[in-house]
């Protein structure tokens, strides 16, 4: 009678049992003694033979000895994916419904898997632990260090189909794909340009700020973006790797030559208002409405006269010294 009395309680899902440490309830008192074991007393007699992890109930050793043999008789009926445990599997299925009951508690941010709040928690506290061996930089998940070590073995599994472009990471292959889409969701809200990628409107809005935080180590000009410096480099190393196809003249950067191949091709986008007069570069343009604005920054150290154009002045310089010799 009694057996069936206890049966009838577990049907009804009645808990009378309290564990007097923690107060969890349960449906069974042996389930009591069990819980006390396992959590409280930290008795574990169920000894793995092959790793030596200890156990408190065989059936949890039993399940556990099922990893060394490899064994996954549970399988997900969405993809495939097998999984040891049934608990596991579980878990997995909250992936593909969409079920997210962890939530941080300080961004809201919320997961699927009990593990993955925690793990992004240590984002949070900081916490790095998991630290690469080629170059010291430390991770808060095991799978971004996994990923990182990637990149100094020059992996790259993820290619673009648009123009083969290979990546290490899956998530710059998608912004990369965003260039060819022509997608531009991030926005300036100073100037209204449009970026593909947030980096490049971080990168954009220290223009804003005035950021330079990059300077040269020869003239101590400084740069807002890394890039530009490395350029600006190559011109103290006289390093000039782009060349023209038409005439040969070499270039330290890629964009002077793009201006320079606008000349061969009689490129002239830049018009004098005052004038009409249509030049290639701006630059030029600059000079030119120097003349009608009657502007003389350049001076002769001989007789003082002044001039609109450094070249002009060259020319007179040349002849002031040798009427004055």
Do not use: P
């Not at 069936?4 to 899902?13: E, V």
């Not at 010291?136 to 290619?159: C, Q, S, Y």
């Not at 912004?175 to 980096?199: E, M």
């Amino acid at each position: 009678m009694l057996d069936f009395q206890r049966h009838i309680d577990m049907q009804a899902g009645m808990k009378n049992h309290n564990c007097d440490i923690c107060g969890k309830v349960f449906t069974r008192k042996g389930s009591i003694n069990l819980h006390i074991m396992r959590i409280h007393a930290g008795v574990k007699n169920y000894n793995c033979d092959v790793c030596g992890k200890a156990f408190t109930l065989k059936g949890d050793l039993m399940r556990h000895m099922k990893i060394h043999a490899g064994v996954k008789n549970h399988n997900c009926d969405v993809c495939g994916k097998a999984f040891i445990q049934q608990g596991n599997l579980m878990r997995h299925m909250h992936i593909h419904a969409g079920v997210k009951n962890h939530f941080c508690d300080a961004c809201g941010k919320a997961f699927t898997l009990k593990g993955d709040l925690k793990l992004h928690m240590d984002i949070h506290a900081g916490v790095k632990n998991h630290i690469c061996d080629v170059c010291g930089k430390a991770f808060a998940r095991k799978t971004d260090l996994m990923l990182h070590l990637e990149i100094h073995a020059g992996v790259k599994n993820h290619d673009c189909d648009v123009c083969g472009k290979a990546f290490t990471r899956k998530q710059d292959l998608m912004r990369h794909v965003d260039i060819h889409a022509s997608v531009k969701s991030h926005l300036c809200d100073v100037c209204g340009i449009a970026f593909t990628q947030k980096g490049s409107l971080k990168l954009h809005m220290d223009i804003h700020a005035g950021v330079k935080n990059h300077n040269c180590h020869v003239c101590g000009k400084a740069f807002t973006r890394k890039r530009d410096l490395v350029r600006h480099v190559d011109i103290h190393a006289g390093v000039k790797n782009h060349f023209c196809d038409i005439c040969g003249i070499a270039f330290t950067q890629k964009d002077s030559l793009k201006l320079h191949m606008d000349i061969h091709a009689g490129f002239k986008n830049h018009t004098c208002d005052v004038c009409g007069k249509a030049f290639t570069r701006k630059r030029d343009l600059m000079r030119h409405v120097d003349i009608h604005a009657g502007v003389k920054n350049n001076f002769c150290d001989v007789c003082g006269k002044a001039f609109t154009r450094k070249s002009n002045l060259k020319r007179h310089m040349y002849a002031c010294w040798h009427q004055k010799s």
